[in-house]
């Protein structure tokens, strides 16, 4: 567990990297994906946050090793306010798409939660507290991932978690989807790339290697 930035954490991995941002506001602490076991996130007390304050969660896509979690994150903390983009929710919030979110895989039994709110479309803007979260929909691992862009002071930190795939039909993966994606995220030109297995990736010119050369192994 160590801070990226200033307001920005990489709490820990389970199943997937989880990543945290403070808003220093009274919307409290923001995830970015669970991943599968709620102690890791637990262990933010030892930075000094309090895990009761997290308020929102943002899920990049439907897969179990970034949700798994989700379910004992709600019941330990009743506040936390889930966001995924619509085309991922439904396996978020029912049963029955075990295949999907790979949970058959990994032989877990998922258990739902419920949504806040379902993003749509290409950008959703959400702004807590000082930040301001750019949803952005980048499908091609699955129909609704999304990855997010914030802003902290002058550096651009990005949110991809599953940029690097893996791409199967049972997955909903689309790999001509995939390439406008990743040239929307080259756009970007983050400072800062979080990704969900390949950890922190920086300076920008690194982020830029990192996203075209998946890219380019991934052509349709
Ligand atoms: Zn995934
Ligand atoms: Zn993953």
């Known amino acids: 567990m160590k801070e990226i930035i200033k307001n920005v954490y990489h709490v820990g991995d389970s199943g997937c990297s989880v990543y945290l941002v403070d808003t220093n506001s009274n919307e409290g602490l923001i995830l970015i994906d669970c ?9 933010i007390s030892k930075l000094g946050l309090n895990p009761r304050n997290i308020k929102h969660c943002f899920l990049t896509h439907f897969h179990i090793d ?7 994150l709600k019941n ?28 058959s895989w990994y032989g877990i039994d998922y258990k739902p939660v419920g949504l806040e709110r379902r993003l749509k479309g290409d950008l959703e803007k959400v702004r807590l507290g ?16 999304i990855s997010i862009l914030v802003k902290v002071e002058n550096t651009k930190v990005l949110f991809g978690q599953d ?11 689309n790999l001509d989807d995939y390439q406008i994606s990743m040239q929307k995220l080259l756009d970007l030109k983050a400072d800062i790339l979080c990704e969900g297995h390949f950890g922190i990736i920086k300076p920008a010119s690194e982020v830029a290697r ?4 998946h890219k380019d192994a991934n052509l349709p």
Do not use: W
Request: charged fraction near 20%; charge should be negative.
């Open 76 to 103: 330990f903390n009743k506040q936390v306010k889930f966001y995924a983009h619509d085309l991922d929710a439904n396996a978020i919030e029912e049963k029955g798409y075990d295949s999907m979110t790979a949970a």
């Open 163 to 173: 940029i690097h795939g893996p791409f199967y039909k049972s997955f909903g993966s």
């Open 130 to 145: 000082l930040y301001e979260f750019q949803c952005i929909h980048t499908p091609g691992h699955t129909p609704g991932s």
């Open 35 to 43: 991943g599968m076991d709620i102690e890791i996130i637990k262990r």
């Open 66 to 72: 970034h949700t798994g979690a989700c379910s004992d």
């Open 210 to 213: 990192f996203i075209q050369s």
